[in-house]
């Protein structure tokens, strides 16, 4: 069930490198890609700094809502070029919270870090996601911002084709 949210977070671009803001950051660990999700956050982080990231955070007054990285990462056999969705997660004490638009915290975050993106590239790059086969919220989340599901390995591919308006 859902719980609307009176405000809107504000978004900075952040240098995760010791970042008090991350620190224990969690998005509830009831899940393994939940605890996944957790242990990247840590690894940005502890200082994991993959090339051209953007760490996007999202913070209400003295909390931590959502973070966002999209970083490099070449996409074998479709774009060398392409950039990754590294992580997104919706801090636990906020999961299920919508804004006074309607829109999911993950939505929100989703669409501007891809619209930060197109700031910064001046045209949408290919922008690919590997997503949990149990992870049905996060394939609802990416399948709603044009990405589509590739294929299947160890997890599921999407991807979001270059050019795409945000
Ligand atoms: C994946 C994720 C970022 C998606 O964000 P999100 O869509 O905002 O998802 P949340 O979990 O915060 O909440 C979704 C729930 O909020 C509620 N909700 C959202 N908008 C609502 C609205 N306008 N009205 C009523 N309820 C609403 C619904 O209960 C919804 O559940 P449903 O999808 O089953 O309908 C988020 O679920 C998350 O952080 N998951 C853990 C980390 C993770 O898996 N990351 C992705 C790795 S690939």
């Not at 700094?49 to 209400?60: R, S, V």
């Not at 999911?104 to 590997?130: C, I, K, N, Q, Y």
């Amino acid at each position: 069930m859902g719980r609307p949210l009176s405000l809107v977070p504000s978004v900075r671009f952040d240098d995760p490198l010791n970042d008090p803001a991350l620190a224990g950051f969690t998005t509830g660990g009831a899940s393994a890609y939940e605890r996944e999700v957790d242990e990247i956050v840590k690894a940005f982080y502890d200082g994991h700094q993959p090339d051209q990231l953007q760490f996007l955070i999202a913070e209400a007054p003295g909390a931590t809502v959502c973070v966002c990285a999209i970083h490099e990462r070449p996409l074998q056999g479709v774009d060398p070029g392409a950039m990754y969705v590294g992580v997104i997660g919706v801090a636990a004490a906020f999961r299920g919270c919508y804004l006074p638009t309607g829109e999911s915290l993950g939505d929100f975050m989703l669409t501007r870090s891809l619209a930060e993106l197109f700031a910064r590239w001046t045209v949408m790059p290919t922008v690919w996601a590997l997503i949990d086969i149990a992870n049905t919220r996060s394939q609802a989340l990416f399948s709603r911002h044009a990405f589509a599901h590739l294929r299947t390995d160890k997890y599921q591919l999407w991807v979001r084709p270059a050019g795409l308006a945000v």
